[in-house]
């Protein structure tokens, strides 16, 4: 049972436009979520996070948002930049649980095209 | 700040042998946790060591094993290698795996069982 879901495999979009990137989950215990960004060869590196009590957390030209209600969280990132070619990740800790357990969602490749 | 560290970056066995994969922390950091990486899975859990202790476990066979030393470094040993643990093995570590702390990734090790 897939408790995060990236439903969208792959994204294409042209330099300079916004890149929305979107996750679903469906355990009510997350209580806060993180996107990372994922290079060939390399691990993970942390993008921004956002938790429960929040619906939007900024920084640069990242944006999270999300809505509890729908069990639904969304990266945008505006503008796009070649650079920001990767696969990203949602991931998901949930309130019961002490220490470090992310369940992640399963990638969204992204590639901006020049 | 040195990142985390993992070693060896590749490794290459056959069937029921056994691996074991090593982990260095950022300094400071004292919780350790694990990541198995697999296209048709994702980035599953595995288990997250906290002073030396391990804190949470994911759903994987007990031939999946780890602990931690005192200086936070950390090791996971797979006995009797079957082709599905073919992955990349990622390392993460945090201050305290406290509920709002991010996860830093290692480069991770790409095991290879043939």
């Known amino acids: 049972d897939q408790q995060v879901k990236q439903n969208s495999p792959s994204l294409s979009v042209q330099e300079g436009r916004i890149s929305i990137l979107n996750c679903d989950y469906t355990n009510s215990m997350f209580d806060y979520f993180l996107w990372y960004k994922k290079y060939p060869a390399e691990g993970p590196t942390f993008l921004i996070s956002i938790s429960s009590i929040k619906d939007k957390n900024e920084d640069g030209r990242f944006t999270v948002f999300l809505n509890k209600s729908a069990k639904h969280l969304s990266l945008h990132i505006v503008p796009s930049q070649p650079g920001d070619s990767a696969v990203y990740f949602c991931?998901?800790?949930?309130?019961?649980?002490?220490?470090?357990?992310?369940?992640f969602g399963g990638g969204t490749r992204v590639l901006v095209k020049p | 700040k040195a990142g985390v560290t993992q070693t060896p970056r590749y490794l290459i066995k056959t069937r029921g042998q056994q691996v074991t994969l090593s982990c260095s922390p950022i300094s400071g950091h004292r919780s350790v946790s694990w990541y198995q990486q697999t296209p048709g899975q994702g980035l599953q859990f595995l288990f997250e060591?906290?002073?030396?202790?391990?804190?949470n476990k994911g759903n994987f066979p007990g031939r999946f094993s780890g602990r931690q030393f005192s200086n936070s470094r950390s090791e996971m040993n797979v006995s009797t290698l079957e082709l599905g643990d073919s992955a990349l093995y990622l390392c993460a570590s945090s201050l305290e795996g406290g509920r709002f702390e991010k996860l830093f990734f290692g480069s991770g090790t790409q095991l290879s069982v043939l």
């Open positions: 991931a998901a800790r949930g309130s019961g649980a002490a220490g470090n357990k992310l369940t």
């Open positions: 060591y906290f002073s030396e202790t391990q804190r």
